[in-house]
């Protein structure tokens, strides 16, 4: 908006600008004036209000943990009795915490997971429902069906699934696996209770972007001789590159708040150890707030490399 | 922009800049006012003002709490006196409470409907889950909290007391003071002499047993250390789990490392080594450690971190474990005949110099919030200390004893008597590992390390990472 403003005014360095300036900017100049003070007034809230609430919730929150990140803190009493630290506060995540390094791992493992197991079913479930086949509609409310219950829920519905007693997994296999007190299978039992939730979230988003594909382009391939995987890899999915980027998106990000369903089951101990976990374990009542704080940087920066990279990337290929 | 600039922009029309930067100095000025605030409302708390120190006079004095819980009995009559004398001052006061497992809630209840019919006061209770309400209590203190709420004598208290997040209430405790003993006054007083809290009941940790089991199999109590691990390899060849045990919340193995090590190494030891004034790798932590892995772990039942402490309960209820070493709340998985057949033993003397007269006993009670005092609160404390208040609440969970002295322990069942015995018996009291130690040693770190070592069983690790982190955590 300013470039708009100002490029004219480059163009014509000096006000002095005789009845040959261009006509163009007059246009502009005269549009402003238009606008009424109440118009200005509402403008000025609409953006005003949001930016506000955004300054207010997520930008001071993100950079009070930086800045507490570096503190020795309880949280209880005046910002006076706050400790300043330096960097302390991290090399014991580094050092001396035996949590963090297998939290760090579980949180990886999870957006591994997630991302070549989980989300390529979603994609799978659309297209396969795309197709309308017969019950297609129920087939699409089972499946979504889990994505409107809460996390909290979900993880009572699949500890009673897992329990090792009288659990139904157990019960109908006559195993006796100890699946959320075995740290090293724990972490894999969370991790198809978060999926089957994850599934029908991303089926849902690509269907829809999947209706939205013109038909037409389908219908060409198909004249042209293409198989149906041709087809959905070579037209459908290079044509459905905004829906990709959100699905990536969703991914690395529903990966890296992964909480619920953990806290459910053992408040992330014994295996389950995930960074959110952490953070909430040294908040709570332990009061560690420049730990906690230092963890969430650390997750903020973890949680940031992927999507940066993936859109940059993907802005790239959009521009050439 | 100042004010009169906004006038003139307002006659004249603002340019979109002007508009912008309005919007600017509006969003600055407005925006002060959620970051101020925000700054003690996202806040959470924890502990670093109190110094450890404090742990050890808390729980030692509880020492002499016990002692006169025994001789309570005596003098039963006066209950109902205290009760009468609850004024009638009507209006309304709320409740924080955690007590929200099903039996300890309805006690509760009761408890706050002998309260409204007394003092014509309708109580508002508001239930937060047990786990949560810990998790948030800082947070809640600094909010909106109710007047009265559920709290832990000891560590725990002080540190909101230091912090001025709970008003002191020595006025209610005027009425109070001839009814507790010396030791749970000191417990319920905070660093500055001024007292905090009301206690309301305490609870022992013991090893418990069916006697029905023990009849039928012919077994005797083991008073000894070689008795208890002898009797552990017959049930175990009897077919037994000699120990139920369950660490999935973490928390449970907490008494059994408590009492191992105030038996080995005595209670003084345990109160220095939770003021972290003694190195968690120090040979005498090592050796309960392995005192731990070498005895008990071949007697405690498997995977016990992927169970909790109610699973592990209804196998000894189920006959399918010989004992459990819990607090007595264990006996809230226990009915009728079956709560009948329910008895306990105290953890028995590993070291004959250290004895075994030290008991972990945590005292729970209730606390007013900073500004909560009103007539109506000060009656409901009142009323929450009186004999009459405690029994009613212990009627509806016999799984606890009453902390007012005057109390008529002849309703007690065998279980509450005998706990009354313990406790009386015992030279000193701890409250539990993470009552005596700091919050942010206790759930962060002692939490995850002690499963680690259930897993692995490796002490030179256990201790290593213990020592490490409370060399980071005790530095303030």
């Known amino acids: 908006m300013s470039a708009d403003m100002t490029a004219p005014s480059l163009l014509t360095p000096d006000n002095s600008s005789g009845p040959a300036a261009p006509s163009r900017r007059d246009r502009k100049r005269g549009r402003i004036r238009h606008l009424t ?11 005003g209000i949001p930016t506000l609430i955004e300054l207010a919730l997520v930008w001071f929150p993100a950079v009070a943990s930086i800045i507490l990140s570096f503190a020795r803190w309880n949280g209880v009493g005046s910002l006076s009795s706050i400790e300043w630290i330096g960097l302390t506060n991290y090399r014991n995540i580094f050092t001396i915490d035996p949590n963090f390094m297998p939290a760090l791992e579980h949180n990886l493992i999870w957006l591994l997971f997630l991302a070549f ?44 699934m897992f329990s090792p007693e009288n659990g139904f997994v157990n019960g109908v296999f006559g195993s006796n696996v100890d699946w959320f007190g075995n740290s090293s299978i724990n972490l ?43 087809t959905f890899f070579r037209v459908v999915f290079p044509a459905m590159r905004p829906i990709n980027i959100v699905i990536v998106v969703i991914t690395v990000i529903e990966a890296l708040r992964a ?44 949680a940031l490399v992927p999507i940066v990279a993936y859109l940059s990337q993907a802005f790239k290929e959009e521009s050439r | 922009m100042t004010g009169s600039e906004f006038e003139d922009g307002l006659r004249k029309g603002f340019s979109r800049r002007q508009t912008l930067r309005l919007l600017g100095a509006g969003i600055l000025s407005a925006g002060a006012i959620p970051i101020l605030s925000a700054c003690t409302g996202t806040s959470s708390g924890g502990n670093t003002t109190t110094p450890a120190a404090g742990t050890t006079t808390a729980a030692a004095t509880t020492s002499a709490a016990a002692t006169d819980t025994a001789t309570a009995s005596a003098t039963g009559g006066s209950a109902t006196a205290s009760a009468s004398s609850i004024a009638n001052v009507g209006g309304t006061v709320s409740f924080g409470s ?16 002998a309260f409204t019919k007394a003092a014509g006061t309708t109580v508002n209770i508001n239930t937060v889950d047990h786990n949560s309400f810990q998790e948030n209590i800082s947070n809640y203190l600094q909010g909106s909290p109710d007047q009265v709420f559920t709290w832990f004598a000891g560590n725990r208290m002080k540190f909101f007391a230091a912090q001025g997040l709970v008003a002191p209430i020595d006025d209610i405790w005027a009425g109070l003071t001839d ?26 940790w013991a090893v418990f047993y069916r006697k029905s089991v023990f009849a039928d199999k012919g077994y005797t109590v083991p008073t000894t250390w070689e008795e208890f691990t002898t009797l552990g390899a017959k049930m175990k060849s009897d077919g037994l789990a000699p120990l139920a045990f369950a660490d999935k919340d973490g928390w449970p193995a907490f008494g059994t490392f408590d009492y191992l090590n105030m038996r080995i190494n005595g209670y003084d030891f345990h109160m220095e080594l939770m003021a972290h004034t003694v190195a968690w790798d120090d040979a005498k932590v090592k050796k309960v450690f392995q005192t731990w892995k070498d005895d008990l772990f071949p007697l405690q039942q498997e995977n016990p971190l992927g169970r909790t402490w109610q699973e592990a309960a ?19 998985q226990f009915t009728g005949a079956d709560l009948d057949d329910l008895d306990f033993f105290a953890f028995p003397e590993i070291d004959s110099a250290i004895g075994a007269d030290a008991v972990e006993a945590p005292i729970d009670g209730f606390m007013v919030s900073a500004k909560g005092l009103n007539p109506q609160s000060t009656a409901l404390m009142s009323y929450l200390g009186s004999a009459d208040a405690q029994l009613t609440y212990l009627k509806s969970d016999a799984s606890n004893i009453a902390a007012n002295k005057t109390a008529d ?28 130690t700091r919050p942010d040693f206790a759930s962060p770190v002692a939490l995850p390390a002690f499963q680690q070592f259930i897993k692995d069983g490796d002490v030179d690790a256990v201790t290593k990472n213990l020592e490490d982190q409370a060399k980071a955590i005790f530095t303030s």
């Open chain 1, 188 to 230: 894999w039992a969370a991790m198809i209770a978060a999926s089957w939730k994850h599934i029908g979230y991303i089926m849902i988003l690509y269907l829809a972007g999947l209706k939205g594909v013109d038909p037409a382009l389908k219908e060409a391939a198909a004249i042209d001789g293409a198989t149906a995987t041709q």
């Open chain 1, 259 to 302: 909480f619920d369903i953990v806290w459910i089951i053992n408040k992330g101990t014994n295996g389950l150890q995930l960074l959110s976990t952490l953070i909430v374990t040294n908040m709570g009542a332990a009061g560690r707030v420049g730990y906690s704080s230092a963890l969430a940087v650390i997750l903020l920066v973890v």
């Open chain 1, 117 to 160: 197991v989980a989300t390529p079913l979603g994609i799978l479930l659309a297209v396969m429902l795309d197709r309308e086949l017969a019950g297609s509609k129920i087939l699409q409310s089972i499946f979504f069906l889990p994505v409107m219950l809460s996390l909290a829920l979900v993880g009572v519905i699949w500890q009673l």
């Open chain 2, 179 to 204: 009814q507790y003993s010396e030791g749970y006054q000191k417990a319920s007083t905070g660093e500055d002499g001024k007292k905090y809290f009301v206690p309301f009941y305490n609870y022992p």
């Open chain 2, 314 to 332: 209804q196998s000894l209820n189920k006959k399918e474990a010989g004992m459990f070493l819990l607090g007595m709340f264990v006996a809230q």
């Open chain 1, 37 to 47: 003070t109440a118009d200005k007034i509402i403008i000025g809230l609409m953006i």
């Open chain 2, 98 to 113: 955690n007590y929200s497992d099903e039996v300890p809630k309805k006690a509760v209840q009761a408890v706050m409907d």
């Open chain 2, 409 to 436: 322990t002849s309703s007690y069942n065998p279980l509450q008597k005998k706990a009354v015995e313990l406790i009386g018996a015992a030279k000193s009291i701890s409250q539990f590992l993470d009552r005596d």
